[in-house]
């Protein structure tokens, strides 16, 4: 029961701060990021209709979601975690959405595979939004040229995607995000986790993405 009512909570903040800041409570949807949760807690959140998660690793996300897929046609599973350039074929394979594309040479790997697969799926550019050193995601004064090159590859990049540092005021930087996707004509942004979701839906989120909120402690 624990989930199901984690979830709803959530949904109220949504509608709350979504309110709050004259937004439209609909356009902003909450991911259950269900990496290294155990089994019972994902079919305790599908059971109570929840359809949208998040795994950071391919390999485990194709362990959790492979059969599962075929169960719940209506599921979408983004891929909020980094991407190598050899796992791009999986990840297409599986997912809906790639929240983290953040190179070059990933945009072309990315690009090569949908094509083949002919499966395309909508990309977030995940930018390093405090330009730390140990961080995925591409650095802002790189995100003008990554963006060229995903539309010259054929890409559909709906919007942009960062974690901010983990001591900072998150709220700056979920505003610096903002201010980066309108810069360049990008519509959706993913940003918010457990800590900080409500400061995200207030700097404009599109999706927030919420581990151990929903889930509790990771235990795997
Ligand atoms: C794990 C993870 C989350 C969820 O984190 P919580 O603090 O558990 O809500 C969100 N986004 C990304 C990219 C993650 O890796």
Known sequence: MAIADNIQAIQNDIKIVAGQYARNFSEISLIAVSKKQPDERIEEALDVGHRLFGENRVQEAQTRWSERRQKYDDLKLHLIGPLQTNKADAAVQLFDMIETLDRPKLAKALAKEMQK?????????????????????????????????????????????????????????????????????LKKLSMGMSADYKEAIAAGAHYIRVGSGIFGERTL
Do not use: W
């Open 117 to 185: 697969q002919n499966r395309y799926l909508p990309c977030f550019i995940q930018v390093n939004i405090g330009k730390e050193e140990q961080k995925s995601g591409c650095q802002p004064q790189d995100l003008e040229s990554l963006l060229a090159l995903s539309y010259s590859e054929g890409l559909q990049i709906d919007g942009l995607m960062c974690i901010p540092p983990v001591n900072g005021a998150a709220g700056v930087y979920f505003s610096f995000l903002k201010t980066l996707a309108d810069l360049h004509g």
